[in-house]
């Protein structure tokens, strides 16, 4: 199990489409969760385009965490998103693919799906992973935010043993000689712009990596530079805490990822293009054609940052060791 958090320093460059693309395009099941401290959950007014209304809140959460249920109620929190095409949803169903194009539809599923429209947005049943079946894309999940800037605050004690009970998701989806079970899950997390009021900075030890979303130009990368050098100090100083990395949102506008890295300190492991077709599937819940230029963008992305969180797990059995 891998817990990635993305976080910017100014403005809004991606972070909460990048969470999702990402969380969307894994090789193995993901859960996306919003920590933004703005509030207001962009993934439920935005990707889920207001139609799909939260079962919890985050202060439902936390009543629970008190209650001592939080792993109970985070799973019954979360919203499946079906990243299935309407042909795969049909042959699962028996029925014929719906709607116009349904033929060509693009992978998702609408106003609960990045790609098409008209998506099934469920909740999966007792012992399913979001409907999955062998050769179908892993299961995915959100976990909406605080729906308000003061619930903020109040979750603020929810991050950190929320933390722990991903770091169970991998042992509870173990299988036995009869059912081999699921791969693990991992764990991506909006956690919206650094040094806000009520920012999750519990997580920011939490997490195995951390993406910093920017956009390439000068006000940007100006404000990133700061957090970059702090990064890279205290993970010098302290190798064991998490290791950062840049996610560069439309390279060469006007500089490239090579210029990027030097003057932010950090690897860029994720370059994504300015696609906004693409970035409206995730962001809106647009629809839109298979295999966009972002789409291909955060698989290959996703390729290097799996390569990084095994690299940091060597780092640290050595440290440890």
């Given at each position: 199990m891998s817990l990635v958090l993305l976080t910017s320093a100014s403005g809004a460059p991606g972070v909460t489409t990048t969470t999702l693309g990402l969380a969307c395009t894994w090789v193995r099941p993901a859960?996306?969760?919003?920590a933004d401290p703005v509030g207001g959950s962009a993934i439920l007014a935005g990707h889920f385009r207001g139609f799909q209304a939260p079962t919890l809140s985050?202060?439902?959460?936390?009543?629970?965490?008190?209650?001592?249920?939080?792993?109970e109620q985070f799973a019954a929190a979360l919203l499946p998103v079906d990243v299935r095409t309407p042909e795969r949803r049909a042959r699962r169903s028996g029925e014929p693919p719906r709607g116009p194009g349904a033929a060509k539809a693009a992978p998702g599923g609408g106003s609960g799906d990045p790609g098409t429209s008209g998506s099934e947005v469920r909740r999966p049943g007792r012992g399913e992973t979001g409907g999955r079946?062998?050769?179908?894309?892993?299961?995915?999940?959100?976990?909406?935010?605080?729906?308000?800037?003061?619930?903020?605050?109040?979750?603020?004690?929810?991050?950190?043993?929320?933390?722990?009970v991903w770091r169970t998701l991998d042992r509870e989806v173990e299988g036995t000689?009869?059912?081999?079970?699921?791969?693990?899950?991992?764990?991506?997390?909006?956690?919206?712009?650094?040094?806000?009021?009520?920012?999750?900075?519990?997580?920011?030890?939490?997490?195995?990596?951390?993406?910093?979303?920017?956009?390439?130009?000068?006000?940007?990368?100006?404000?990133?530079?700061p957090w970059a050098e702090r990064a890279v100090e205290?993970?010098?100083?302290?190798?064991?805490?998490?290791?950062?990395a840049v996610a560069l949102v439309g390279p060469d506008h006007p500089y490239n990822v090579r210029e990027v890295a030097h003057v932010l300190g950090l690897p860029v492991l994720l370059t994504l293009p300015l696609d906004p077709r693409?970035?409206?599937?995730?962001?809106?819940g647009l629809r839109t054609k298979p295999r966009r230029p972002l789409d291909r963008a955060l698989r290959h992305g996703g390729t290097a940052i799996r390569e990084q969180l095994a690299a940091t797990r060597k780092v640290l059995h050595h440290v440890q060791s």
């Open positions: 859960i996306a969760i919003e985050t202060a439902d959460l936390v009543l629970a965490h008190r209650a001592g249920r939080l792993a079946t062998a050769g179908e894309a892993p299961a995915v999940a959100v976990l909406p935010g605080p729906r308000s800037h003061p619930q903020a605050r109040s979750a603020l004690e929810l991050w950190e043993p929320l933390s722990f000689d009869d059912d081999p079970g699921t791969p693990g899950t991992d764990v991506f997390i909006d956690a919206g712009r650094l040094g806000m009021e009520w920012y999750a900075e519990s997580l920011l030890d939490r997490a195995d990596l951390i993406l910093l979303v920017t956009r390439s130009d000068l006000p940007s990368l100006a404000a990133a530079r205290t993970h010098r100083l302290h190798p064991e805490t998490p290791a950062w693409g970035a409206a599937a995730y962001s809106q």
